[in-house]
């Protein structure tokens, strides 16, 4: 009974509002076809937060859950080879693997291995241990990099049966050759390999920075691979291994379906990110396309105000799309986000409308609209309620701010005098929605 009720105080510690919870669980369930997810540990997670670790799984676990966990050991491995005095080289990302070290590793691979089954096992987790039996492989090239494998086929019998009998599998990066040979592969190349063929509904790095952090060592919340990519691999601070695991982050949603995304998560935040709108650590997606109109056909006319009456849970004035002066409408392509930019103080854009619907927040869907409008009108002014919860990030993307009342007015790109006028006329404008819901 003791160990029902603490179970139950992390998953309302852990979980946001119950109905968003609610909302993923049912997601994850109706996949029937679908593995639920494939969970990546590096060794330095299990190395430093692996009670974290067990504590969050053992909460998937027990709503039902059943995640691939597929393991690493680079942090163990190097303090073994650093400890037999045995040489470190890494060629293409890759740890070149000779005799020496591959008879080192397994048994390291094994320890970490079984660590984490006990951890798993101390929290009621029934797992299924598939140690070297899911990757079949061929030398990737023997001369050049020792016994480093090239994945040919992804076994998931062992698997299926695992999940069909609610146990965990739990996955190592080692594979064999068709004479029985054990190969050692890089752990990003194993993670794709195994989603490609899984086909989950969720892919999970789990990391000790819990996300993806930026030149401010702030953590990014939501990435957008569609629209961000190339502007990413552009930037400076991004660089080694959080680069390159971008990089393989994209070639492995590149040819799955939109709806599969990736998060880079803390063990402790797994709930939070699985099971929580905004989530806690870094959501990654290849994103969609944003929808540019300069007019407003009936079509788009439905969904924007659709969008906009759910999202803020209020109705609009029945006049309100009549007396505007429209400028432009940005509108992501699953109808989850919109901008709506309307004529403003000599003529320039007012962002009349800004909204994301509470599913689609945390996934950058309005990160990427407001950058594809300042694209469109680099000089731009807006209002929000002194209330609302995003004027954090809104003080942000300002130049300038005012407040007046129940209104903050917030203005970028313009200059001083401009933007004193569009704070002052901002403040000022009739409210759009009507007093009562009806």
């Given amino acids: ?24 669980l049912d997601q994850y369930s ?11 540990v590096g060794g330095n997670v299990i190395a430093k937060q692996l009670e974290e670790l067990a504590q969050s799984l053992s909460l998937i676990t027990h709503l039902g859950l059943i995640p691939i966990v597929l393991h690493g050991a680079g942090t163990q491995i190097d303090a073994a080879t650093s400890k037999q005095n045995l040489p470190v080289q890494k060629l293409d990302g890759l740890r070149v693997t000779d005799d020496n070290t591959i008879a080192l590793i397994q048994p390291v ?16 987790i029934k797992t299924k241990s598939i140690f070297n039996n899911v990757f079949s492989c061929d030398y990737l090239d023997k001369e050049k990099y020792g016994h480093v ?45 195994l989603v490609w063929e899984s086909k989950p509904a969720k892919v999970i790095f789990v990391t000790p920075t819990g996300g993806m952090l930026d030149e401010n060592e702030q953590l990014i919340s939501a ?123 000599n003529g320039i854009a ?25 694209s469109v009108y680099p000089q731009l002014y807006w209002r929000s309620r002194s209330n609302n919860k995003i004027n954090a990030w809104y003080y942000k993307q300002a130049d300038c701010s005012y407040k007046k009342d129940n209104w903050i007015v917030f203005t970028t790109g313009m200059t001083i005098a401009a933007a004193l006028r569009c704070l002052q006329v901002g403040a000022d404008y009739a409210d759009s929605w009507q007093e009562k819901a009806s």
């Fill in 149 to 193: 494998g090239q994945i040919k086929q992804v076994k998931l019998d062992e698997i299926n049966q695992a999940i069909k009998h609610k146990q965990v599998p739990v996955l190592s990066c080692l594979g064999t050759d068709d004479a029985g040979n054990v190969l050692n592969i890089n752990a990003d190349i194993a993670i794709r390999q």
């Fill in 30 to 40: 109706n996949h029937q076809h679908v593995k639920f997810a494939v969970v990546k």
């Fill in 109 to 124: 691979i094994k320890d970490v291995h079984q660590k984490l089954l006990d951890a798993l096992a101390e929290h009621g």
């Fill in 223 to 345: 990435i957008q691979l569609h629209n961000q990519y190339d502007n990413l691999m552009q930037q400076p601070w991004l660089h080694s291994g959080m680069k390159l695991k971008i990089q393989q982050i994209y070639q492995l949603l590149k040819p799955m379906p939109r709806k599969l995304s990736v998060s880079i998560t803390a063990a402790s935040e797994l709930g939070k990110e699985l099971f929580t709108h905004k989530g806690k650590g870094t959501f990654i997606c290849m994103g969609e396309n944003i929808n540019h109109h300069q007019i407003i056909g009936s079509t788009v006319k439905l969904k924007l105000i659709s969008l906009l009456e759910n999202t803020f849970g209020k109705k609009l004035k029945a006049d309100f799309l009549d007396e505007i002066k429209l400028k432009s409408i940005f509108i992501s392509e699953s109808g989850q986000a919109v901008a709506l930019v309307t004529e403003g103080h």
């Fill in 1 to 24: 009974m003791q160990a029902k009720q603490n179970l139950i105080k992390q998953v309302l510690l852990q979980l946001g509002h119950s109905t968003e919870a609610q909302y993923y």
């Fill in 350 to 374: 007012y962002l009349n409308k800004f909204a994301v619907t509470p599913q689609a927040q945390g996934q950058g869907l309005g990160k990427a609209i407001w950058q594809h409008m300042l």
